[in-house]
């Protein structure tokens, strides 16, 4: 079945700081690829996707770029700020049967100090 | 829009107990999910709605039954509640449609059972 791997964290920077989370999937189909944020007591929402490959999402800040040959989606930032801390989440859209199923990594928690 | 609405936001039950977790969407999305969370697990699928009167289940089914007699709602019931089953619980919704339809989550209900 599909399965994302991603690092659970967590992960400190200093503000300013250059960010990457890695992530890597495993998928039978073609999925399309997202990384959603979770900040604290919240629940999740979108920060950006990519649907086939060389694609790039990007939002914020915040990109990353769908690498088919070597089944990843990395997300990366520039410049971090104490605003960006929170849990990210990498996942994979798939057909399973007649279903779109969801498959979601671990969630990575970054924690960035002033 | 209110967007995804779950009810409530805490819940504290005794081993044994039953309860209903409500979620509702104002989006007219065909397909609403339910998911847990846990630590170092990422987020789990317990059940899942492609459309009214149509449910199915995900990884973590058992001790949980849904019904969708609605395209707006879709509660989770916990039949005879478990210290296994607390955790924290999210409903979330999307349109029907390609791999890279964004989901919508609601702010999730934490649950602890003693």
């Known amino acids: 079945g599909n399965s994302v791997t991603q690092m659970e964290g967590p992960v400190t920077l200093s503000e300013e700081a250059f960010l990457t989370i890695n992530c890597t999937y495993t998928a039978t189909g073609y999925p399309s690829l997202f990384w959603y944020v979770q900040y604290p007591g919240e629940g999740l929402q979108l920060l950006l996707k990519?649907?086939?490959?060389?694609d790039k999402g990007s939002n914020k800040g915040f990109e990353a770029t769908y690498r088919k040959e070597t089944t990843s989606f990395h997300l990366e930032k520039g410049s971090v700020q104490v605003s960006d801390s929170a849990v990210y989440f990498c996942?994979?859209?798939?057909?399973?049967?007649?279903?779109?199923?969801?498959?979601f990594g671990i969630g990575t928690k970054l924690q960035v100090i002033p | 829009n209110a967007g995804v609405t779950q009810t409530p936001k805490f819940q504290v039950l005794k081993t044994g107990q039953s309860m209903t977790l409500q979620c509702a969407q104002d989006m007219n999305h065909e397909y609403m999910s339910w998911y847990r969370q846990d630590p170092g697990m990422g987020l789990r699928l317990i059940h899942y709605?492609?459309?009214?009167?149509?449910?199915d289940q995900g990884e973590v089914p058992n001790g949980y039954n849904v019904s969708r007699s609605t395209t707006e709602d879709f509660p989770l019931r916990l039949l005879s509640a478990a210290p296994s089953q607390t955790s924290v619980y999210f409903c979330?919704?999307?349109?029907?449609?390609?791999?890279?339809?964004?989901?919508?989550f609601g702010p999730g209900t934490r649950l602890l059972v003693l």
């Open positions: 990519a649907t086939k490959a060389d």
């Open positions: 979330a919704s999307r349109r029907r449609g390609p791999p890279q339809e964004t989901q919508y």
């Open positions: 709605s492609v459309g009214a009167g149509i449910t």
């Open positions: 996942a994979l859209s798939d057909r399973d049967g007649g279903y779109q199923k969801v498959t």
